[in-house]
């Protein structure tokens, strides 16, 4: 008898844990996560988060960048696009056009993320004033010196101000490969620093107007000064695509200081004659460009609580704290500033650079106004128009752009 009863009580136990497994919540995940990245993801993040919340199950499926856009818009036509995508920043917008995207910030718990997201990788989840996304990594470019080139031009240190590091302006020397600093190119991401520090801008703030703003006196004077440094042969040609690079530029002496990503350092030994600070300030200014990721729920998903858990999850404490281990900035200001830079000290600089980045224009136009700009810039630098009536042409066409 005794037995029978524990058979029983055995069944029943396996019957009742059958509607708990059918009841379990699948999503998927597309993401483009490195293969040391995803390996911090499958084996901390997830399961982490899965322990937490035993009801969902995350499915993960790696995909490659390149075209990830387009094949994302096809799988959403087809019915068969991913719960919850990681995507790069400057297609939150172009996606949630499309009608894409579910917008995020009528959702519990979405304000509370909003007052601690930083500023920049916050706006890059905008269109048209609602949001649709949370930011999930970020990165930006600072300013890499050289120490050797730096002593030569007589400092101990890199300079704090532009106005500092100008000053060493008529020690440049052209003619045997030695400038004074490098903008990278004349496109946005390498220009962009560069005119926020100078005090230009590219719209309005609510990033709907680019008259009075791209084509105003403090953008056009930025530009302006741009130019004037590379006509003076105080920057280097790679700014119009020669040699040197900036890498190589760099770590050859040719160029005292250039802006670059943490990329520069990352998978090498440590570079002591690389240190990196932020941008040299004007007028107390130091602005860098927002680069990095979001992560976005479907639209049409049939698992929307789910997804949500798992997005509010990727970007707290704990799942951004453990992708730093892959070499992953964190997006929330409370986190920022908990990370451990002793293993890594050129991250210091880029998440005190983080902290006053701006994005790119977060519009469904940007590839356009992208386009817009860096023709622009180079037809300025190479002096087949002036600033002012290049950037009062490019304002006119970016606000047509913007009004889509």
């Known amino acids: ?53 035993p009801d969902i199950k995350v499915n993960a499926v790696r995909m490659p960048y390149e075209g990830l856009n387009e094949q994302f818009i096809t799988a959403v036509a087809g019915d068969v696009a991913p719960d919850v995508i990681r995507m790069d920043l400057t297609w939150v917008a172009q996606m949630a056009k499309l009608g894409a995207l579910a917008q995020v910030d009528t959702l519990p718990g979405f304000d509370a993320i909003l007052a601690d997201a930083l500023p920049g990788p916050m ?24 120490l050797e080139r730096l002593k030569e031009l007589g400092f101990d240190a890199p300079p704090a101000t532009m106005d500092e590091l100008l000053a060493a302006a008529s020690k440049a020397d052209p003619a045997n490969e030695k400038w004074l600093f490098a903008v990278q190119g004349s496109f946005n991401w390498a220009m962009l620093p560069f005119i926020w520090t100078l005090g230009g801008d590219i719209t309005d703030e609510t990033y709907t107007k680019a008259t009075g703003y791209l084509n105003g006196e403090a953008t056009v004077k930025a530009v302006e000064t741009i130019k004037g440094w590379y006509d003076q042969g105080i920057i280097g040609p790679c700014i119009l695509g020669e040699e040197p690079a900036t890498w190589g530029g760099i770590e050859a002496g040719n160029y005292a200081m250039v802006v670059e990503g943490p990329w520069f350092y990352s998978g090498s030994d440590a570079k002591p004659n690389n240190p990196v600070s932020t941008i040299p300030s004007v007028d107390g200014r130091s602005i860098s460009i927002v680069g990095g990721e979001d992560i976005v729920m479907v639209k049409n998903t049939k698992n929307a609580d789910a997804t949500w858990a798992f997005m509010q999850y990727m970007v707290s404490e704990p799942a951004q704290l453990a992708m730093t281990k892959a070499g992953m900035i964190p997006t929330m200001s409370s986190t920022l500033a908990k990370v451990d830079t002793s293993v890594t000290p050129y991250l210091a600089a880029y998440v005190e650079q983080l902290k006053t980045a701006k994005p790119r224009t977060p519009s469904a136009a940007w590839p356009s106004i992208e386009e817009t700009l860096n023709t622009t810039f180079e037809s300025i630098l190479r002096g087949n128009v002036s600033a002012r009536e290049g950037l009062d042409a490019a304002a006119a066409q970016i606000d047509t752009l913007l009004a889509e």
């Open 1 to 53: 008898m005794k037995k029978i009863l524990s058979l029983v009580l055995t069944l029943a136990l396996l019957c009742a844990a059958v509607p708990a497994a059918m009841a379990q919540t699948e999503i998927t995940f597309w993401h483009t996560y490195s293969e040391g990245e995803e390996k911090v993801l499958t084996e901390d993040v997830i399961p982490a988060f899965e322990a937490a919340n």
């Open 123 to 146: 706006a890059t989840t905008e269109y048209k004033g609602g949001h649709y996304g949370l930011p999930l990594n970020t990165n930006t470019t600072a300013a890499v010196f050289n």
